[in-house]
């Protein structure tokens, strides 16, 4: 004779716990996201150096900087910082949203000429980047901590 014993989990009150956590992991990731984002932006708008007022021969040299070390592949480049300021002022954040693929923050710069000075050889994005993302790693992982109560 056969013996079957069966094992019944309600699994609702768990789902539901579940969720509750889920809801303040993600709160707090789009949060940590956001701050993440305004370091980068903040990098990439503090960079570069002031240059003078006038550009000529062993004076341009004066006015170049390089990138800090932790800037990746990026370490060493020149960079260059205009008076007008309108790089500066057109780098913006776009606020952390859900994605097919988890969460996303970004930080762009819509000056018409970005392309240019940023693949032309003075890149400041890139490096802001670069000099932050442990930062933003351990943002991100203190978040899903804290969320989880641990």
């Known amino acids: 004779m056969a013996v079957s014993i069966g094992v019944d989990v309600d699994i609702s009150r768990m789902v539901t716990a579940m969720a509750a956590i889920f809801g303040r992991i993600e709160s707090r990731v789009i949060d940590a996201l956001d701050e993440s984002a305004g370091l980068v932006r903040t990098s990439a708008q503090e960079g570069p ?5 006038r550009i000529r021969g062993a004076e341009a040299a004066s006015l170049r900087e390089t990138t800090p070390s932790g800037a990746g592949e990026f370490s060493g480049m020149y960079r260059f910082l205009t008076r ?3 790089l500066r002022n057109a780098t913006k954040i776009e606020a952390a949203k859900k994605t097919s693929g988890g969460y996303a923050s970004s930080v762009f710069n819509a000056a018409n000429y ?3 000075i940023e693949f032309g050889g003075f890149p400041f994005m890139r490096p802001a980047l670069e000099i932050n993302r442990s930062n933003i790693t351990r943002r991100i992982a203190a978040a899903v901590r804290g ?3 641990g």
């Open 49 to 53: 150096p002031k240059v003078a007022d």
């Open 147 to 149: 969320g989880t109560g």
């Open 114 to 116: 970005v392309d240019r």
């Open 84 to 86: 007008t300021g309108v």
